[in-house]
């Protein structure tokens, strides 16, 4: 395997890795969104936080929400951008916000406990209500070919959708999500709401990542359940489609709206280590392309930890040693 052999602080749950001014920084799940750092991408130190004090907005439309959830990452037009879930366990009223800043490295000499010297909130990009069929949770962005932003985000209900972004980082008033993953069969799982209701059908797919290469998209999602320690049945899987919009097919010709997805990483994979998900993608300067995502340690007592390998190629697909 190709795993690399981490060290320091590698306690994570949804880690996305950037790099600036040659520091590798980790954001991840977790009180204010917390942020490592890397000077050689194997040992970590944990360097401070976005937020001290949640933006006011959250808890007001967003009632009981506290940490944030599943941080994405991105550069564009001369600033960082942070997309991040405000969510509360099994419901559907959620929201992603996005806060940005020039320069992390600034932000994390000059404004190490999250004091919004350096971040601005810049508010919500999108909610869910209780009637909708989706969450919004668990954004990725991602750049298609013809130079556009697209929005990934959903979990379980009614599965994984896409919306396109102005240039200002921001939905596009009056479009409406497009579904493109689903665990089970997307007949099946429109119009759902509640995942927690044991009469209805759950849908578990969450933590889509899409990273185009060579000429395709390629999805990458979390089937099945996290946050559940060593009994965590997570797995990550992928498909791909020449569209950023699908349709998305795995190696066997499966769509994944119907349920497709070929195995990437599962927990069989690990002698001690279950439920691998909730992964991102992050390409270092020398053109390696890594798979982030966390694990739970079966030895620590299901701790959920950092894991980073290489992602290898053949034949038009991703694959792992």
């Given at each position: 395997?190709s795993l690399?052999?981490l060290t320091?602080?590698?306690?994570?749950h949804d880690p996305?890795i950037?790099k600036?001014?040659?520091?590798y920084?980790r954001?991840?799940t977790?009180?204010g969104?917390?942020?490592?750092t890397s000077?050689?991408?194997?040992?970590?130190?944990l360097?401070g936080r976005?937020?001290?004090?949640?933006?006011?907005?959250?808890s007001?439309k967003?009632?009981?929400?506290?940490?944030?959830?599943?941080?994405e990452?991105v550069?564009r037009?001369?600033?960082?951008?942070v997309y991040?879930?405000?969510s509360?366990?099994g419901?559907?009223?959620?929201?992603?916000?996005l806060?940005?800043c020039?320069?992390?490295?600034?932000?994390i000499?000059?404004d190490?406990?999250?004091?919004?010297?350096?971040?601005?909130?810049?508010?919500?990009?999108?909610f869910?209500?209780?009637?909708d069929?989706?969450n919004?949770?668990d954004p990725a962005v991602?750049t298609d070919?013809?130079?556009k932003?697209?929005?990934?985000?959903g979990s379980?209900?009614s599965?994984?959708l896409?919306l396109e972004l102005?240039?200002?980082?921001?939905?596009i008033?009056g479009s409406?999500?497009?579904?493109?993953?689903?665990?089970?069969p997307?007949s099946?799982?429109?119009?759902?709401?509640n995942?927690?209701?044991p009469?209805?059908?759950?849908?578990?797919i969450e933590g889509?990542?899409?990273f185009p290469?060579?000429?395709?998209y390629?999805?990458f999602?979390?089937h099945?359940?996290c946050c559940?320690?060593?009994?965590?049945?997570?797995h990550i899987?992928?498909?791909?489609s020449?569209n950023?919009?699908?349709?998305?097919?795995?190696?066997?010709?499966?769509d994944?709206?119907?349920g497709?997805?070929?195995?990437?990483?599962?927990?069989?994979?690990?002698?001690?280590w279950?439920g691998?998900?909730h992964n991102?993608?992050f390409?270092?300067?020398?053109?390696?392309t890594?798979l982030?995502?966390?694990?739970?340690?079966r030895?620590?007592?299901?701790?959920?930890?950092?894991?980073?390998?290489?992602?290898?190629?053949?034949d038009?697909w991703?694959?792992?040693?």
């Open positions: 395997m690399l052999n320091g602080f590698t306690y994570t996305t950037v600036e001014n040659g520091i920084y954001f991840q977790g009180p969104l917390p942020i490592l000077k050689d991408l194997i040992h970590w130190d360097a976005i937020f001290n004090k949640n933006p006011d907005w959250t007001k967003i009632p009981g929400s506290k940490d944030f959830w599943a941080p990452v550069y037009k001369g600033q960082w951008r991040y879930s405000v509360t366990f419901k559907n009223i959620s929201s992603i916000g806060v940005t020039d320069s992390i490295t600034r932000a000499n000059e190490p406990g999250g004091t919004e010297i350096v971040w601005q909130d810049r508010g919500p990009v999108i869910s209500k209780e009637e069929d989706y919004a949770i991602f070919f013809d130079n932003d697209w929005l990934l985000f379980f209900w599965g994984l896409m102005n240039e200002e980082g921001f939905i008033e409406k999500p497009k579904n493109i993953a689903s665990r089970i997307y099946s799982a429109k119009g759902k709401k995942f927690g209701n009469s209805i059908q759950p849908n578990p889509g990542f899409i290469y060579q000429g395709y390629y999805l999602a979390s099945d359940f559940r320690g060593s009994a965590s049945s997570y899987v992928c498909g791909r020449k950023p919009q699908g349709k998305y097919l795995d190696f066997d010709g499966i994944m709206l119907q497709g997805g070929s195995l990437l990483r599962d927990g069989f994979s690990f002698e001690s279950a691998p998900g991102s993608i390409t270092d300067d020398d053109g390696k890594y982030v995502y966390h694990a739970y340690d030895l620590d007592n299901g701790k959920a930890k950092l894991m980073i390998e290489e992602i290898l190629w053949k038009g991703p694959y792992l040693e």
